[in-house]
């Protein structure tokens, strides 16, 4: 596995793959890798003939310091599983490598980054937008994976690739959950014991909304009993639970089987901000 530091060390070696007809998948990361990570990686090694893992904690994307210093690092353990499931190279760049100036373009997503995290998490998508522009156009990929459990973000990449004509496939992997259905996630490291149980609210409320749903339910009974649930149970707060359409994030009211459907939820359980979402008929 080759250890890349520099956007021309990608470039070099992404063009001897390029020369050789070799189709190269791309996994970009912020690191402290679980198995939904290696998931996606073993998408990416089914589909394409050599994978790149970029690992960098892209500080535009956090409008919360606090939460950029504590995002969890565990560059060591990454590499070793990196390694052991055969990635082709692993591109870590210093901040100065990939912001060699602080960038003044800014993305407008319109809509679709007012919504859900964007209302939450002014500027988290023109940060989004900017890295994986800038990713994109270093590794030049032929595939790039992402988590459905992003779903936003999914959505916000498709179409920074649509308007700006990346030619690349955007392939999107199902969430990745625990025995007990907690979503992976690197945030889950900071949870202790007694968080991570409460954690597990979020899961089982989107499974319920889900199952009212396809029962006949009113979305808004269902908001309402499901905001009640959270507000019985100390240090975890609801931000929002929302019925979107999948694609564009627009809130819904009802249950269309005509549209694709997805449930999305974030609260902070302690301190820790965690997200998740389910499909509902798609």
């Known amino acids: 596995m080759k250890i890349l530091r520099t956007?021309?060390?990608?470039?070099?070696?992404?063009?001897?793959?390029?020369?050789?007809?070799?189709?190269?998948?791309?996994?970009?990361?912020?690191?402290?890798?679980?198995?939904?990570?290696?998931?996606?990686?073993?998408?990416?090694?089914?589909?394409?003939?050599?994978?790149?893992?970029?690992?960098f904690v892209n500080p535009t994307q956090f409008n919360n310091i606090e939460d950029f210093e504590q995002y969890p690092?565990?560059?060591h353990n990454d590499l070793e599983l990196l390694e052991n499931i055969g990635v082709a190279a692993v591109f870590i760049p210093e901040n100065q490598e990939i912001y060699p100036d602080k960038p003044i373009l800014k993305i407008d997503f319109g809509l679709l980054e007012q919504r859900l995290e964007g209302a939450f998490r002014p500027g988290h998508f023109n940060g989004v937008g900017i890295v994986v522009s800038k990713l994109l156009n270093i590794v030049k990929p032929d595939k790039a994976f992402f988590g459905e459990k992003d779903l936003q973000q999914v959505a916000v990449i498709k179409r920074l690739v649509m308007d700006l004509s990346f030619d690349v496939e955007i392939v999107?992997?199902?969430?990745?959950?625990?025995?007990?259905?907690?979503?992976?996630?690197?945030?889950?490291?900071?949870?202790?014991?007694?968080?991570?149980?409460?954690?597990?609210?979020?899961?089982?409320?989107?499974?319920?909304?889900?199952?009212?749903?396809?029962?006949?339910?009113?979305?808004?009974?269902?908001?309402?009993?499901?905001?009640?649930?959270?507000?019985?149970?100390?240090?975890?707060?609801?931000?929002?639970?929302?019925?979107?359409?999948?694609?564009?994030?627009?809130?819904?009211?009802?249950?269309?089987?005509?549209?694709?459907?997805?449930?999305?939820?974030?609260?902070?359980?302690?301190?820790?901000?965690l997200i998740d979402n389910i499909p509902v008929n798609h």
Not at 39 to 49: Q, S, V, Y
Not at 255 to 261: E, G
């Open 7 to 55: 956007k021309n060390a990608v470039k070099s070696f992404c063009l001897n793959l390029q020369l050789n007809k070799i189709t190269i998948g791309f996994v970009p990361t912020m690191g402290a890798l679980h198995q939904g990570h290696l998931d996606l990686i073993k998408k990416a090694k089914d589909n394409t003939g050599s994978v790149i893992v970029s690992i």
């Open 73 to 75: 690092k565990s560059l």
């Open 172 to 273: 999107v992997v199902p969430t990745v959950r625990d025995k007990d259905g907690l979503a992976l996630s690197s945030r889950n490291l900071r949870l202790n014991p007694v968080e991570r149980n409460k954690a597990l609210t979020l899961f089982r409320m989107l499974s319920y909304a889900k199952s009212e749903l396809f029962n006949g339910g009113a979305w808004l009974d269902i908001l309402l009993h499901v905001k009640h649930e959270f507000s019985q149970i100390s240090d975890v707060r609801l931000e929002y639970f929302e019925l979107v359409h999948a694609e564009d994030m627009s809130k819904q009211d009802s249950f269309n089987k005509d549209i694709p459907l997805s449930i999305c939820v974030a609260a902070y359980v302690g301190k820790v901000r």
